[in-house]
């Protein structure tokens, strides 16, 4: 792939993470109460933290592409073969069917906003109900589905070529659609409309006390759900491999980006408590991962009404530039892992642009699919699962490359107890958020995602003995 990009640039391509946010506030108000702050501001401490752990990751392997699963997947290649695609799958899934949520999401406020009047906001058809069989699963068509299709589409699109124009349109989308959130959450605090009443009794709602089994696991399900969101900025090393100078620009990008989104991740919980308080913020729509109602309440305050529509269009926009970053990353996942022989060949082909067009056509057909499931939270939940088993695998292959690998050139070194003790710490700690938290935030989510990820059993058994006969690519070898 071409090194066209610096560390500025990767910061734009990463920025459609911050817009995730807005999906989990509702939920994680319901849940947790008003302690819902205190887990924002723990869960974005430890997603910060971890991105050094990520940083030295990518400095080992300045030539692959795809996001820190790639990287340690080479770690745990000495404990057994499967175990490589496991790593990589359980990184891909959550990043590509995210992006199914947003684009229902986007759709929707299309069809709200703008198109509520016409055939198209009524069209509603029951493709296959499977709920009886997998509760919750139910194939359908109508407005909102079809228009997230187009979103969608269109998001395919505006990184069809080289990748400095890609980073054009995400700089102009960033602009229009996160300086106006930014706006939104600090024009309350300057204003003195923050009440800090909202934020008594600090204690998850329906409970008296801090020390009980219902509390701790409220709360393992409020860590589960803001993992999604506060680890995302190591996406950032998802483009080492186009990067001009890797050596300078992987850390710059990675701490930027979880500077940044860090900020967000604290200020928009707060606010919004804040201002609004418990009974807005646990509407039945907020709560199922649709904002639009709450901003534009949000927006009312800081702004005056009248602002419905262009918050709407603002929200498109946002989600647009979360899809372009969620399908940029998970693309370039699908392709060093085919390369590297772990997924189908077909996914290492790159357009003459070297952007990885199938890869990106593949992650397309499958959120078709999902999003014709109607259940956003679901696969939400499910990706969720898949992404704190990845985290776990990545924060552990840190001292394992220190260990297989301990002259190998790094261009940057965390410091050994970060490494040796708080890494596998805190990987132990996410593998507690989805034993006591993944059902707390959508039932049978566990089981979906381990089904979910069994389907790379049969990927990387056709790709490796059928296809490569048992033998690693010889553009790979040398890696693994």
Known sequence: MRRTIDWKQAFWLSAGVVPGILFSIGLMVAIVGTASILVWILSTLIG????????????????????????????????????????????????????????????????????????????????????????????????IILCGVAIMLLAFYLQHNQIVRTVRIMFALALLSLIPLLLLTVVPLLSGKVNLANFVPLIPQGTTSWFSYTVFTLFMGGMFIAASVTYAAEVAVCYVSEFKDPAKDTLKAITSAGVVGGLCYILFPFTFLGVLGMKNLTDPAFVGGNPQATVVKLAEIAFGGGSGKLLALMLILAMLLAITTGMASSSRTLYQASVDGLVPKYLGKLNKHDIPTNAMWTDLIINLVLLCLGNPISVLAAGTVAYLICVFMDLNSVWMLRSSLPNHPRSFRAPDWLVYWVGPALSLLNLAFIIFGANVFAPHALWYALGAITLIFPIFYYRHYVVDKGVWPSSAQTDL
């Open 48 to 143: 910060f933290v971890q991105l050094f752990l990520y940083g030295e990751l990518a400095g080992i392997f300045p030539n692959k592409t795809g996001g820190a699963s790639i990287y340690s997947s080479v770690a745990w290649l000495r404990y057994g073969k499967i175990f490589a695609p496991i790593n990589v799958w359980c990184y891909w899934l959550p990043w590509s069917t995210g992006l199914a949520v947003i684009a229902s999401l986007a759709g929707n406020y299309l069809i709200s906003a703008f198109l509520a009047s016409t055939p198209l906001a009524k069209f509603s058809i029951v493709l296959l109900d499977l709920s009886k069989v997998l509760p919750g699963i139910t194939f359908k068509l109508d407005g």
